[in-house]
Every structure is written in structure tokens, then in C-alpha cells.
T-cell receptor, first 113, second 112 residues
Framework: DQQVKQNSPSLSVQEGRISILNCDYTNSMFDYFLWYKKYPAEGPTFLISISSIKDKNEDGRFTVFLNKSAKHLSLHIVPSQPGDSAVYFCAASVVTNAGKSTFGDGTTLTVKP | DTAVSQTPKYLVTQMGNDKSIKCEQNLGHDTMYWYKQDSKKFLKIMFSYNNKELIINETVPNRFSPKSPDKAHLNLHINSLELGDSAVYFC???????????FGPGTRLTVL
């Protein structure tokens, strides 16, 4: 039972444009969501998060949107840069069970110069 | 000054062998984790330790045994290795009750 899904395995975007990465979840108990970025041969690094009491969180070029009714979140990167090329993982957790994050299977983003 | 380190980075071994992967974090975090990333790229949690105490133990074969000598270390010992154990294993840590985790660089295990 895959509770967190990233249906697009890959995304290619031109430098300067917007990148939109999507994530869907099925468990309505999830109330905290995170995005991680992973370069080859490295571990994932935390990028941005959002609590279910919000519908938007912004940090520089990165914005995460949460639609609880649709059980959907998205990560927007504007403007996209070649250095953003990486695998992006969506993760979901229950705050009262902090530490147990369920990960999606990742979306590979390629930003072309 | 690596925050979460794992050794070895690569491990190639024969079926049936026993091997260990070590993890150390110098962030002062209370909680440490082991994840397995298989060929389908899913990151699945295996174990979580909070201050040397096991708090999460997902459905993992008994051949996998985590050991935490202190809160800065969480080692993973695997007995009787099987072909299906081939994967990248990531160690991670986080402060108590905080969801964001800090990952190590991963250990690529190949079982021949």
C-alpha cells in the first residue's frame, strides 16, 4: 500500500522557468509534509516543509502548496536553475509520531540551461 | 565536519555472509534511523532509535539487527545476506520530535 505517490518519475524544465513537482497521499492522518532533494551519490537533504494547518509555505525560490481536501501537495521552484537538477522526494508524517516519515519514490528534475 | 557519516560507502559481498554498516552523527540528535532504498527508488524506513532505545521496527527480516552503543551511533548488522538485500542503505538522524531528518551519504550494498 503506497501511501505517498509521486506520479511523475521525471520532469524536464528550461532554466528560468517554473518547475512544479507533485505528490499525492492517501492517509488522512498525515499532518506534516516535507520535500527532500537528492543529488547522485549523496543522501537526501531537507528542502522545505508544511504543516497541515497551512496551505502554503515559501522559502526563497521554493514554495510548497498543500490541498488537504485533494490530499495533494506540490513544490514550485521559481526560477529554476541548473543546480536544481536532482531527485526530489515528497514525505509525509504524523506530528505525534515524529520521525516516521513515509516517502514517495521521487521525481527526477532536469533543468536545462 | 560531516554531520551524518556512514561506512563503508560501498560494500560488495557474497550471499550468506554477515556484514555491518556503521553510522555516526555529530549533530547531538536524539533519534537515528535506517532506511533502505531499493531498485524502485523507494525510501523505506527500517528502524528508528531514540536515545539508544528502539522505537520503530518496520517489517524487516530478523537477519537485520540494529545496534546503538550510544545516541551518536546506530550500526546495522546483517546476517546471512541474500540477493534481495542489495540496495542503498541510508542512515539519518533528527532532533527529538522534529520531523526533518538529516541523511548520511548512503552505503551501496551489492550481494553476489
Amino acid at each position: 500500500d503506497q501511501q505517498v505517490k509521486q506520479n511523475s518519475p521525471s520532469l524536464s524544465v528550461q532554466e528560468g522557468r517554473i518547475s512544479i513537482l507533485n505528490c499525492d497521499y492517501t492517509n488522512s492522518m498525515f499532518d506534516y509534509f516535507l520535500w527532500y532533494k537528492k543529488y547522485p551519490a549523496e543522501g537526501p537533504t531537507f528542502l522545505i516543509s508544511i504543516s497541515s494547518i497551512k496551505d502554503k509555505n515559501e522559502d526563497g525560490r521554493f514554495t510548497v502548496f498543500l490541498n488537504k481536501s485533494a490530499k495533494h501537495l506540490s513544490l514550485h521552484i521559481v526560477p529554476s536553475q541548473p543546480g536544481d537538477s536532482a531527485v526530489y522526494f515528497c514525505a509525509a508524517s504524523v506530528v505525534t509520531n515524529a520521525g516516521k516519515s513515509t516517502f514517495g519514490d521521487g521525481t527526477t528534475l532536469t533543468v536545462k540551461p | 565536519d560531516t554531520a551524518v557519516s556512514q561506512t563503508p560507502k560501498y560494500l560488495v559481498t557474497q550471499m550468506g555472509n554477515d556484514k555491518s554498516i556503521k553510522c555516526e552523527q555529530n549533530l547531538g540528535h536524539d533519534t537515528m534511523y535506517w532506511y533502505k532504498q531499493d531498485s524502485k527508488k523507494f525510501l523505506k524506513i527500517m528502524f528508528s532509535y531514540n536515545n539508544k532505545e528502539l522505537i520503530i521496527n518496520e517489517t524487516v527480516p530478523n537477519r537485520f539487527s540494529p545496534k546503538s552503543p550510544d545516541k551518536a551511533h546506530l550500526n546495522l548488522h546483517i546476517n546471512s545476506l541474500e540477493l534481495g538485500d542489495s540496495a542503498v542503505y541510508f542512515c539519518a538522524s533528527s532532533p527529538l520530535s522534529i520531523n526533518e531528518q538529516f541523511f548520511g551519504p548512503g552505503t551501496r550494498l551489492t550481494v553476489l
